[in-house]
C-alpha cells in the first residue's frame, strides 16, 4: 500500500473534514477528496460515511486506523535516521520555541549563529504550542517545562525564575492590597496571591504571557511573571517578596534519533551557550526593585 494514500487518509481522519485535512498538508481540499476516493476504490471498501458535522471513519476505516499509525511511525522514524546520518554543517534546520522566548532569548543572538553557520538554512517557528519532534516538525526545541518526555534529549540549562512586577505608576498610585493579573484557569488565588496580597482584587485573567506583561505595563495591576519578560519591560519594577521556587527549567532539546546530526549539535551547542550568557536576566539577579 502506498503510504502516501495513507497520509491523506489519516489527514481526514483525525481533521473530519476535507478543507481542514488539505491545510494540514498544505493542499487543495479537492485534492484529498480525490485522494481519498481512489483509495477507496483501491481497496474496494468505503472508508469514511460523510456526516453533517463532517467525515467519520467506517469500521474498515477505523480498521485501517490502527495500521495507518504504525507505517506513519516507521516512515517518520526513518526520516529522523536519515536525516541524523547528516555531518554536513549546512542544510535546513528548524528551531521552535515559544513567542516569548524566541523574540528575547534567541533572535536577538541569531546573528552570532548565522555568521559562524552560513551553510546552515536556519528556520524560526514561533508557537504556543509544542512542535512534534517526532514528526520532524522541528529539529530542535527551546522549551520551558519541568521534565521534557523520554524520547527527547537534552540538557536543562538553566532554572526559570519569576518575581512579581507593577509598573512605576500603578506602585505610586495604588498601595496594597492592590489588583492583581492572573491565568485565565487561575480559579482561586494562587499562592503568592494568598501569601503577600490576600485582600487583592482581581484586575483581569489572561491566557499568555505576552497579554499579561501587556497588562502589568498598561499599569493594570501587579503578576508574577518570569523574570526574563519581566526585566525587559518599560518601566516595570520587581517587588521584593519571597516566591517558591519553580520547578520548571529552560530546557535545549532534540529527538535522539537526531544526536549524530552536525547541525543539530552546532545549533543545540550555540543555543546552551547563549542561554548561560543570558543568566543574570533568567534568574532576575540584577532586577530593578522599587
Partial sequence: MNWDDLRYFLALARARTVSAAGRDLAVKHTTVARRIKALEQGLGTRLFDHLPDGYAMTLAGENLYQHALIMEEQAQAVDRQVFGLDAQLQGSLKLTASYDVMARLIVPQLGLFKRAY?????????????ADLSARQADIALRLTPKPPDYLIGKKVLPLRHGIYASAKYLNMNPKPGRVILWHDEIEYPEWVKHHF????????????????????????????????????????????????????IWVLSHV???????????????????QQQRSLIEGLNSRYL
Fill in 118 to 130: 552560513p551553510g546552515i538554512d536556519l528556520q524560526l517557528m514561533g508557537s504556543t504550542g509544542l
Fill in 198 to 249: 490576600p485582600n487583592a482584587e482581581v484586575a483581569i485573567r489572561v491566557d499568555d504571557v505576552t497579554t499579561m506583561l501587556a497588562c502589568v505595563t498598561n499599569h493594570m495591576g501587579f503578576a508574577r511573571i518570569p523574570c526574563y519578560i519581566g526585566e525587559t519591560g518599560d518601566d516595570l519594577y520587581r517587588l521584593d517578596l519571597t516566591l517558591t521556587p519553580s520547578t520548571w527549567g
Fill in 257 to 275: 534519533d537526531l544526536r549524530a546530526t552536525a547541525r543539530v549539535r552546532a545549533c543545540r551547542e550555540f543555543l546552551i551557550d547563549i542561554i
